[in-house]
Nanobody, 130 residues
Framework: QVQLVESGGGSVQAGGSLRLSCRAFGAAYSTQCMGWFRQAPGKEREGVAGIVLGGGTYYADSVKGRFTISQDNAKNTLYLQMSSLKPEDTAMYYC????????????????????????WGQGTQVTVSS
């Protein structure tokens, strides 16, 4: 089992920055891929950014050039640095982890789907005002 705890959400004006963190507890050694999803009110959850822990990243088109996903293996922590934030980035952001090998190939092919991710955090709210 892997437990994920997010932090770092908050309210910011458009153009501002935030950094989200996700610390993994438990069997963190078993994870192969991690990433961030978000869900805005009335919308489906969407993949934002993913990372293969052995190398490789994915970004949704809507965040390319503005968001950066990274990891600190020593701290079992995943980060999402968000810059040039827009009101449409407002959502609940969820950290997710997968222990399956299939997530590796899928991420490297540009497939970042929530069905591949078994472990989820509780979410952290990001609100961007105009």
């Amino acid at each position: 089992q892997v437990q994920l705890v997010e932090s770092g959400g908050g309210s910011v004006q458009a153009g501002g920055s935030l950094r989200l963190s996700c610390r993994a507890f438990g069997a963190a050694y078993s994870t192969q891929c991690m990433g961030w999803f978000r869900q805005a009110p009335g919308k489906e959850r969407e993949g934002v950014a993913g990372i293969v822990l052995g190398g490789g990243t994915y970004y949704a088109d809507s965040v390319k050039g503005r968001f950066t996903i990274s990891q600190d293996n020593a701290k079992n922590t995943l980060y999402l640095q968000m810059s040039s934030l827009k009101p449409e980035d407002t959502a609940m952001y969820y950290c997710a982890a997968s222990a399956t090998l299939s997530c590796i190939g899928l991420l490297r092919l540009g497939e970042f789907k929530e069905d591949e991710y078994r472990y989820w955090g509780q979410g952290t709210q990001v609100t961007v005002s105009s």
